[in-house]
């Protein structure tokens, strides 16, 4: 049982850079898989970057491969999302989910946040 909230999001301009960010609280010990996934309207939740608390088995989509960067401080219970040269096909509410695994599968993680809207304008 582990409650998330993130935090970050806005409207920014296309080759702008935004960073989310998302508190965890609860039964974090027994959570060792992050991630941050994001859905568009009308479409699917797609995996966008994973990691552990530790700060191993990293992974990203191929579609923001060397722009975004996950990050997670075990000490303060948060997980970092780093987004650079954002396109405004990146616009979608992100959501920061938490499980015993890290895994790019949305259906792996049992406790999820609300989600921040990151909109990126053209």
């Known amino acids: 049982q582990v409650q998330l909230v993130e935090s970050g999001g806005g409207l920014v301009q296309t080759g702008d850079s935004l960073r989310l960010s998302c508190a965890a609280s609860?039964?974090?010990?027994?959570?060792?898989?992050l991630a941050w996934f994001r859905q568009a309207p009308g479409k699917e939740r797609e995996f966008v970057a994973r990691i552990a608390w530790s700060g191993s088995n990293s992974a990203y989509a191929d579609s923001v491969k060397g722009r975004f960067t996950i990050s997670a401080d075990n000490a303060k219970k948060t997980v970092n999302l780093h987004m650079t040269s954002l396109k405004p096909e990146d616009t979608a509410v992100y959501y920061c989910?938490?499980?015993?695994?890290?895994?790019?599968?949305?259906?792996?993680?049992?406790?999820w946040g609300q989600g921040t809207q990151v909109t990126v304008s053209s």
């Open positions: 609860g039964r974090t010990v027994i959570t060792y898989g």
């Open positions: 989910a938490a499980g015993r695994v890290p895994s790019t599968d949305a259906k792996a993680f049992a406790s």
